[in-house]
């Protein structure tokens, strides 16, 4: 079956940076566009970055734009979220999922179970 | 504030049925398709409509979606209290050229 796993959260100090990794089994994972989406504490869902199929798109939630880059590896099934100049209102659990097949822009099925990251100092 | 609007908060009495709304503008909902999810208690979220009224497989044929315009709605009937959770819309916003999601809703039953 599908499975996503985040890994990487933790705590960081304002300004630092930090690189999330989602490891995707169960379907051929080069063939499908993958998402970050957050959720700070108490709070509702927010997206935050989208990867196509192959790599050649990404799109950005403008809170993040030049700060966060979204990037996956198909010989690891691995998606990747590296985040920088990270700042207070970051602090969220993160999400990866998966889109449908070779598109970014329907729906999120599944999701991970999600990964913390406290920006704090 | 979040580019799509839902009620922050429903309620019903088991058996019932409740609906809730979604609002959005031309470059989301108005030209692309609306999804719902689901998020329980201390969970992920999860898949609960896509293509404004697609179930996908496993999901009780209670939860029903629909779309008009630059608005859908998620219907809910015959109540269970294990659907006590939070409900998200989202779509696309060509627009913003990214996801865009509801507020949440927060269903009780009573």
């Known amino acids: 079956q599908v499975q996503l796993v985040e890994s990487g959260g933790g705590v960081v100090q304002p300004g630092r940076s930090l690189r999330l990794s989602c490891a995707a089994s169960?379907?051929?994972?080069?063939?499908?566009?993958m998402h970050w989406v957050r959720q700070a504490p108490g709070k509702g869902l927010d997206w935050v970055a989208v990867i196509s199929y192959d790599g050649s798109n990404k799109y950005y939630a403008d809170s993040v734009k030049g700060r966060f880059t979204i990037s996956r590896d198909k010989s690891k099934n691995t998606l990747y979220l590296q985040m920088n100049s990270l700042r207070a209102e970051d602090t969220a659990v993160y999400y990866c999922g998966k889109d449908r097949y070779r598109s970014v822009l329907d729906w999120i099925d599944p999701w991970g179970q999600g990964t913390l990251v406290t920006v704090s100092s | 504030q979040s580019v799509l609007t839902q009620p922050p908060s429903a309620s019903g009495t088991p058996g019932q049925r409740v609906t809730i709304s979604c609002s959005g503008s031309?470059?989301?909902?108005?030209?692309?398709?609306v999804n719902w999810y689901q998020q329980l208690p201390g969970t992920a979220p999860k898949l609960l409509i896509y293509?404004?009224?697609q179930r996908p497989s496993g999901v009780p044929d209670r939860f029903s979606g629909s779309k008009s315009g630059t608005s859908a709605s998620l219907a809910i009937s015959g109540l269970q209290s294990e659907d006590e959770a939070d409900y998200y819309c989202?779509?696309?916003?060509?627009?913003?050229?990214?996801?865009?999601f509801g507020g949440g809703t927060k269903l009780t039953v009573l």
């Open positions: 293509g404004n009224n």
């Open positions: 989202a779509a696309w916003d060509d627009s913003l050229n990214g996801h865009v």
């Open positions: 169960g379907f051929t994972f080069s063939s499908y566009g």
């Open positions: 031309s470059s989301n909902i108005g030209s692309n398709t």
